[in-house]
């Protein structure tokens, strides 16, 4: 099970923390991801951390998106920094390139 939390509506230049969880194993022995689908566009990619800690971003968040993991808690994070209103979206957590969980809306808006 992947479950994603933390979204909301939040003015432009505005923060938000994204908190995704699993069960059955542990965070740091996966890769996990986040994703986001904007209305009327293809699900894509946000930001990856693998078990080994590396991560990866897209191409329009690099700079004010962080991907991190506290194993201890089980859960991954994604801090998004400087909202625009272009990412408004259903943000998507993802594990092992497999296993979706529910999604949590990010709406920015003033």
């Known amino acids: 099970q992947v479950q994603a939390s933390g979204g909301g509506l939040v003015q432009p230049g505005g923060s938000l923390r994204l908190s995704c969880t699993t069960s059955g194993s542990s965070v740091s022995t996966l890769t996990m991801g986040w994703y986001r689908q904007a209305p009327g566009k293809q699900r894509e990619l946000v930001a990856t951390i693998t078990s080994g800690g590396s991560t990866n971003y897209g191409d329009s968040v690099k700079g004010r998106f962080t991907i991190s993991r506290d194993n201890a808690k089980n859960t991954v994070y994604l801090q998004i920094n400087s909202l625009k209103p272009e990412d408004t979206a259903i943000y998507y957590c993802?594990?092992?390139?497999?296993?979706w969980g529910q999604g949590t809306q990010v709406t920015v808006s003033s």
């Open positions: 993802r594990r092992s390139f497999l296993y």
